[in-house]
């Protein structure tokens, strides 16, 4: 087994990464709280657009790193794979979770309710079921080779539902409602969405240094404690 | 060739066990039916409701009896090594999860065909004049759901909690297996339900095939030493 390890290089360019994520999102969300005029229909509510769908976009984002990652590992048998798609996985879990409260908060005042069986709420919960499968999967599994082999494993087939749960979801609700569909927006609207997407991808690729590096020494850890 | 007398081999061996020790199927396919009788307490005799309701019900059933089905595919296969052994045999070991997913296909069909009579009685279901094309949807739909548990039965066989981590894993994946059931059975019996039958019948096909293909290609993986 090839021993893992984190550069001083990539440290370097780690902490760079970090300080553009953090001033990209503070100004992130300075424009979209202050600067951008409220929504007219919807009001001071409609801010919620700019955390609720970057964090929607980073969460697919994050799942399909996983997927990426985990047939990478399969081809090459390389355990640093499997600890980007482990560290990818966490992220995403925790960016659906997000998603889902922060759209469940947008959909109270603007919808009357707090959950709906809308296409993309529905198969966004049936995502974040099927990756704290994953994660629990890696948490019950002792052996890392096994463990790495069995989570790809799950990272793959899971990934594979994900358009068939989509397309299952919209044809059982779309004689109901039609799914909600972004209108037709303000450029200024747009600019600082674009401007929150960017912010938050940067945040996820710092936080998957960040969880790596963990994982890294977690894995180090570990291999000392079987050699006794 | 080879594979499919190897596949055979696994499937008969299987069934053998089951037919001389009796064990296990009379139990599941009473629970089964019994699972049907506690909906109906647990809903009341209303039968305009419990009709509109069956087909989601049966599923429910179907899946809750399917997943003990499911939890006991290699079963015979765990006390003293039995499956290191049978990994032993040389040539490929896609035989074993086709012979085994034949095994729980065949099982839960023999289920479903006790199941669908009982579930036609106690909530009063109009399968007369929509047996085969009811049944052809069953079939699409337990065949998928069987790929799906063969394969993750393998997967969680030397997990700790395995117990909750089949249904946990299998779940959420079945979910279109299950809409799909459901829908297109309800939309068959009940004339003035809503929706088609054919689109749910194509992706019930679609599921079964891209899951037929993914998990028999990546089954040597769960078992590699």
């Known amino acids: 087994m090839s021993e893992p390890s984190v550069s001083p290089r990539l440290r370097g360019w780690h902490r760079i990464l970090g300080l553009v994520a953090l001033v990209t999102t503070v100004s992130g969300s300075v424009v979209a709280l202050f600067l951008v005029p409220p929504d007219a229909l919807q009001g001071q509510v409609e801010r919620l657009l700019y955390v609720h769908v970057p964090a929607a976009w980073l969460a697919f984002l994050a799942f399909f790193v996983v997927f990426v990652m985990s047939v990478l590992y399969l081809i090459q048998r390389d355990p640093r794979w499997d600890m980007v798609a482990a560290s990818s996985a966490e992220i995403g879990v925790l960016f659906t979770a997000l998603t889902l409260a922060l759209g469940s908060l947008w959909g109270k005042p603007t919808w009357g309710v707090w959950w709906t069986w809308d296409p993309r709420i529905t198969t966004t919960a049936i995502l974040l079921v099927i990756y704290v499968g994953y994660l629990a999967v890696r948490s019950f599994a002792e052996d890392p080779e096994r463990r790495a082999r069995w989570s790809a494993v799950v990272g793959i087939v899971g990934f594979a539902d994900v358009p068939i749960v989509y397309l299952s979801v919209t044809w059982w609700r779309s004689l109901h409602q039609p799914p909600s569909s972004p209108m037709s927006m303000a450029p200024a609207f747009v600019w600082t969405l674009m401007l929150n997407v960017l912010a938050f991808t940067l945040v996820y690729w710092y936080l998957l240094l960040r969880r790596y590096r963990v994982a890294v020494a977690e894995r180090e850890l570990e291999d000392r404690a079987a050699e006794g | ?225």
Not at chain 2, 166 to 195: E, F, K
């Open chain 2, 1 to 225: 060739m080879e594979m499919w007398l190897r596949t055979w081999a696994i499937l008969w061996k299987d069934i053998l066990i089951e037919v001389r020790t009796k064990g296990t199927f009379n139990a599941m396919a009473f629970f089964a039916a019994l699972i049907l009788f506690i909906f109906s307490f647990a809903i009341g005799p209303d039968f305009e409701l419990l009709r509109r309701i069956a087909a989601g019900l049966l599923w429910v059933g179907i899946t809750f009896t399917g997943l003990l089905a499911l939890a006991r595919t290699y079963h015979s296969e765990e006390l003293a090594g039995g499956l290191e052994a049978l990994l032993l045999y040389p040539g490929e070991p896609r035989a074993i999860f086709l012979g085994k997913l034949i095994g729980n296909l065949m099982v839960l069909l023999v289920v479903e065909a006790i199941l669908y009579p009982v579930a036609a009685v106690l909530f009063h279901m109009q399968l007369a004049g929509h047996v085969l094309p009811v049944a052809g949807i069953a079939v699409l739909g337990t065949f998928g759901f069987s790929v799906i548990g063969t394969f993750y039965s393998a997967l969680t066989l030397h997990l700790r909690a395995r117990e909750v981590m089949l249904p946990l894993l299998v779940l959420p994946l079945l979910v279109p297996v299950i809409l799909g059931a459901v829908s297109a059975t309800a939309a068959l019996i009940d004339p003035s339900a809503r929706g088609g039958v054919g689109g749910w019948v194509r992706l019930l096909i679609a599921f079964d095939v891209l899951y037929f293909v993914v998990c028999t290609w990546t089954f040597p993986v769960l078992l590699e030493r």
